[in-house]
């Protein structure tokens, strides 16, 4: 919201530095690009890190390893000694 709001927030009528109305509307568009591609980007490469993790260390814990605990199953050592 403050990224599609910098470019009316910075027209004279919010005290800015005086942008124009049709200015602000050009801005606008221009943060509305801007914020489109950063959006594409993120799921682009969350989409990459999530394969990349999968293929190399799983995204699941094995199911042995979460009924024993995973300190037990990946350290050799409990958490908690009650």
């Given at each position: 919201?403050?990224?599609?709001?910098?470019?009316?927030?910075?027209?004279?009528?919010?005290?800015?530095?005086?942008?124009?109305?049709?200015?602000?509307?050009?801005?606008?568009?221009?943060?509305?690009?801007g914020l489109g591609v950063t959006l594409?980007?993120?799921?682009?490469?969350?989409?990459?890190?999530?394969?990349?993790?999968?293929?190399?260390?799983?995204?699941?814990?094995?199911?042995?390893?979460?009924?024993?605990?995973?300190?037990?199953?990946?350290?050799?050592?409990?958490?908690?000694?009650?």
């Open positions: 919201m403050g990224t599609l709001l910098a470019a009316f927030l910075g027209t004279e009528m919010f005290d800015g530095q005086g942008i124009k109305k049709e200015t602000a509307i050009a801005q606008f568009m221009t943060q509305a690009l594409v980007w993120s799921v682009v490469a969350t989409i990459i890190i999530v394969f990349i993790c999968k293929a190399t260390v799983g995204l699941r814990v094995p199911n042995g390893d979460k009924e024993t605990g995973l300190e037990w199953a990946k350290h050799g050592e409990p958490s908690y000694t009650l």
